[in-house]
Nanobody, 120 residues
Framework: QVQLVESGGGLVQAGESLRLSCAASGRISGGNAMGWYRQAPGKQRELVALITGGRSTIYADSVKGRFTISRDIAKNTVYLQMNSLKPEDTAVYYC??????????????WGQGTQVTVSS
């Protein structure tokens, strides 16, 4: 049974920072790719950042230079440090994990989501 539990969302003002955490349990380990996706009202879910089993990282163009994804293998936890937040970053953020070291298409496992709201 795989569980992904997100935390760290909230309401902040533009320019501030937040750090999201995703604690994984079950079959997910440091060898699995994990990522953060987000869905704003009326928009499709989109990839924000991804970290592979080999610890390579991928970012959406809209967050490059502002967001950083990282993982703590010992805690089986992935983080998303979000700096210089903008109102357009407002969305529900979802943690996701794949079955292996990379993710092709839609991730296999999802968390319940955490709301991030950035006011102007």
């Amino acid at each position: 049974q795989v569980q992904l539990v997100e935390s760290g969302g909230g309401l902040v003002q533009a320019g501030e920072s937040l750090r999201l955490s995703c604690a994984a349990s079950g079959r997910i380990s440091g060898g699995n790719a994990m990522g953060w996706y987000r869905q704003a009202p009326g928009k499709q879910r989109e990839l924000v950042a991804l970290i592979t089993g080999g610890r390579s990282t991928i970012y959406a163009d809209s967050v490059k230079g502002r967001f950083t994804i990282s993982r703590d293998i010992a805690k089986n936890t992935v983080y998303l440090q979000m700096n210089s937040l903008k109102p357009e970053d407002t969305a529900v953020y979802y943690c996701a994990a794949g079955n292996g070291p990379v993710i092709f298409g839609t991730p296999r496992y999802w968390g319940q989501g955490t709301q991030v709201t950035v006011s102007s």
